[in-house]
Nanobody, 120 residues
Framework: QVHLVESGGGLVQSGGSLRLSCAASGDFRSINAMSWYRQGLGKQRELVAAATTSGTTNYADSVKGRFTISRDNAKNTAYLQMNSLKPEDTAVYYC??????????????WGQGTQVTVSS
């Protein structure tokens, strides 16, 4: 199995910053893309940011200019730098990895999530 472990969540006041990390481990050929999703209480899970191995990124409109996704390919790790946090950002943040197995078949894996709470 491929395991994704998120860390860096916590409680922060409005306007503050947090940096999330997601480390992937296990047996696989490579990771094509890594993404961050979030799910607020009573809401559906939504894409926050995504990054390919080559460095192409995209963001949800709600976080553009505030969040930055980055990757360390050598460490199979993705990061999400979150600045100017708002109460609306409160959610469980999940890491997602689009993984190639040894036969180049693709499969998605999810971390268990890390809680981010922004107080007003």
């Amino acid at each position: 199995q491929v395991h994704l472990v998120e860390s860096g969540g916590g409680l922060v006041q409005s306007g503050g910053s947090l940096r999330l990390s997601c480390a992937a481990s296990g047996d696989f050929r490579s990771i094509n893309a890594m993404s961050w999703y979030r799910q607020g209480l009573g809401k559906q899970r939504e894409l926050v940011a995504a990054a390919t191995t080559s460095g192409t990124t995209n963001y949800a409109d709600s976080v553009k200019g505030r969040f930055t996704i980055s990757r360390d390919n050598a460490k199979n790790t993705a990061y999400l730098q979150m600045n100017s946090l708002k109460p609306e950002d409160t959610a469980v943040y999940y890491c997602n990895a689009d993984v190639f197995n040894w036969d180049y078949l693709r499969r998605e894996y999810w971390g268990q999530g890390t809680q981010v709470t922004v107080s007003s």
